[in-house]
């Protein structure tokens, strides 16, 4: 009886092990290519350069100028 509730400890205690690393892998792989894939647009009104980030500034300057622009909502 004793063996069995450590055997059974032991395969739970295995389980949540990998359940866990499942769910922390998961996490940290959504995060990294939500950030590679995600880009935003940017179009110069100066220039009329077109031009993508990643980052989520209200604006980015004009690689080509220097103006900064908001990014572009479809
Ligand atoms: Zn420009």
Redesign the pocket.
Known sequence: MAFEGVLIAFIVAGLLFFISLWLYYDRRDKIYYDRQRIRHIHH?V??G?LYSTHEEKRQMP?P??G?GNPPLHF
Do not use: G, S, V
């Open positions: 110069c100066k220039c350069t004009c080509a100028c103006f």
